[in-house]
């Protein structure tokens, strides 16, 4: 037998993580959402069904047929008794005829145990748990009938409490049963696990056990949504006996979750459920589950939870009507206050709408005047800038101009001197060259330095802003003296605010078709359109 003491440990470290009663509203939400759409799963119910009924009208093998009629026991065990009852019986009937295996007895007799149990008709239920003899029957079938025969024995346990004598007689027979699902259950499966974790609480019951040991069984397996359930609920039902009432609704609502999703209708999480909701005052919600509780208990046809059911449903209805005639009250009660202050905003309304229109005028002239004197300063803020922008490159030409000037006009008065002497000592042909070479080209060139020098000075960026217009093989470089190419220095004087292709073309001694050539062949290397790229050449900032 497989031991149960790993359990602890990994449920203790489980129970150190954070606990669910920070998820409660979240779970709920979502268990309400699960309601609201329950159709879309019992459609997918249904076409499972349809798909076996087909098979089974196609067939007229005795074997098949059987196992079919199991496989159809097995979609309605848990979604709708009379269903299958009627497969139950079918499977019996089966399995009396001459021939049939011993397993398909031993199936009809799990799928009437099952059914008996589930409906309470225990005397019945227990006929049939005498009447088993595992000999011969594969082994999962057999923990299966004795797992549900454990189940028979609680419920009859959970019936005569407070009978010790019956009730110690039962626990007895559970734990027999109990026994024999150990003895052919596979060690890794649910029911072997199941099996082992009750077995455990019943010799050695502790309510912290109780919790850790049935957190870790499920946080360990990966069981279906029926399973997990089953689980979810017995460990509600533990958080509830140790008074942790956040963690059992969170556990039961998940467990309500999961038996819409598995279309499980024999279960009693939404009833538990609403119980909860009406304790906390949430007659919403306790309305909702107790209604679907309802719901479920008249789709399965268990007389059983009909009879549970009937013991809380009137009392939390009656809290649903107390608390709609409050809602009603409350609702009156606004209302009044409503319709008085509509009544006294009439009145202020009335006295305060001729100032209104007063205030409402001089608010519209002073927002108007606000807007004219925004609008006359923006303007002067961008004329300063302008005008500080004209004056620092005025004074920056003045200096270079006069630097420059004064150079020119002592080379000239040199050249003019020497010219004079030539004249006067009668060498005509010197002094024409002296003349000539007075330094007209040179002067220009100089000229064309010391603009782009005070240019730069002005702009340091623009080497950076100017090239981010090309792709990097068209971008532009100084020259070593530091000068700028001829076609960017006509964008420089354009930045200036030299627009007049005329002016530009005397100020560099050019003709004008040159400066549009020029113009033209670098908008055609620009990464922006042509259109754009004067704008964007008259936009680069000015640090």
């Known amino acids: 037998m497989k031991s149960y003491v790993f359990f602890i440990p990994v449920a203790l470290l489980v129970l150190s993580c954070a606990k669910p009663n920070e998820k409660i509203e979240p779970v709920l939400r979502e268990l309400d959402e699960t309601i609201d759409n329950r159709q879309r799963f019992e459609n997918e119910k249904q076409d499972r069904i349809a798909r076996l009924k087909k098979d089974l009208q196609e067939t007229d093998n005795i074997h098949k047929r059987t196992e079919l009629y199991y496989s159809l026991f097995d979609q309605y065990k848990n979604y709708q008794y009379d269903s299958a ?3 139950a019986k079918l ?12 397993e398909y007895r031993a199936k009809s007799q799990v799928a009437l145990l099952h059914c008996f149990k589930s409906v309470g008709f225990f005397n019945e239920a227990v006929d049939v748990i005498r009447a088993f003899d595992p000999k011969d029957v594969p082994a999962p079938i057999c923990a299966e009938f004795y797992f549900l025969g454990a189940e028979t024995w609680q419920n009859l346990s959970s019936f005569v409490s407070g009978t010790e004598a019956l009730a110690s007689k039962y626990d007895a027979e559970k734990l027999e049963c109990y026994d024999k699902v150990l003895e052919y259950a596979a060690p890794d499966s649910y029911l072997y696990g199941y099996a082992n974790l009750d077995k455990m609480l019943i010799e050695n019951y502790s309510d912290s056990l109780a919790i850790s040991a049935r957190d870790a069984f499920i946080v360990m397996n990966d069981w279906d949504d029926h399973q997990k359930a089953v689980q979810y ?13 956040d963690e059992a609704v969170y556990y039961r609502a998940l467990s309500a979750i999961l038996d819409i999703r598995s279309c499980t209708h ?36 268990s007389r059983l939870r009909k009879a549970e059911i009937s013991t809380i449903l009137p009392i939390i209805e009656n809290g649903r009507y107390n608390w709609l005639n409050n ?8 209302l009044s206050v409503i319709a008085g202050l509509l009544a006294l905003t009439v009145v202020l309304l009335l006295v305060l709408r001729s100032r209104n229109k007063v205030l409402a005028q001089t608010h519209a002239d002073l927002a108007e005047k606000t807007d004219l004197l925004e609008k006359s300063n923006l303007s002067l803020t961008d004329a300063i800038a302008k005008l500080s922008e004209a004056n620092e490159i005025k004074d920056q030409y003045i200096i270079q101009s006069l630097y420059g000037n004064t150079a020119f006009v002592n080379e000239v008065n040199e050249a003019v001197n020497e010219a ?11 002094a024409r060259t002296t003349l000539y070479h007075i330094g007209i080209k040179k002067e220009r060139a100089r000229i064309a330095a010391s603009f782009d020098t005070a240019f730069l000075k002005l702009f340091p960026n623009w080497l950076d802003e100017f ?45 004008i078709d040159t400066v549009y050539v020029y113009k ?17 050449i008259m936009a680069i900032p000015k640090p």
């Open 327 to 334: 809602q009603r009250l409350l609702l009156f009660i606004i």
């Open 233 to 245: 609920s017995i460990l509600s039902e533990a958080y509830n006996k140790v008074q942790k009432y």
């Open 420 to 430: 004079v002497r030539d004249i006067t000592l009668k060498r005509p042909d010197e």
């Open 91 to 102: 499977l019996e009937k089966n399995a009396l005829q001459e021939g049939s295996k011993i």
């Open 520 to 536: 033209a062949r670098l908008k055609g290397k620009a990464l922006v359109d042509k259109e754009e790229f004067d704008s964007r």
């Open 467 to 511: 090239n981010s217009l090309f792709p990097k093989e068209s971008q532009i470089r100084l020259a070593e003296d530091g000068t700028m190419p001829m076609d960017v220095r006509i964008f420089a004087l354009m930045r200036l605010g030299f627009d007049n292709a005329a002016e530009v073309a005397e100020y560099l001694n050019l003709s």
């Open 266 to 301: 024999e279960t009693t999480s939404a009833k538990v459920l609403a119980g909860h909701m009406y304790a906390r005052g949430n007659i919403d919600r306790a309305y909702k589950y107790i209604q679907q509780a309802q719901y479920d208990a008249e789709f399965y046809n």
């Open 85 to 87: 009852f009627v497969y």
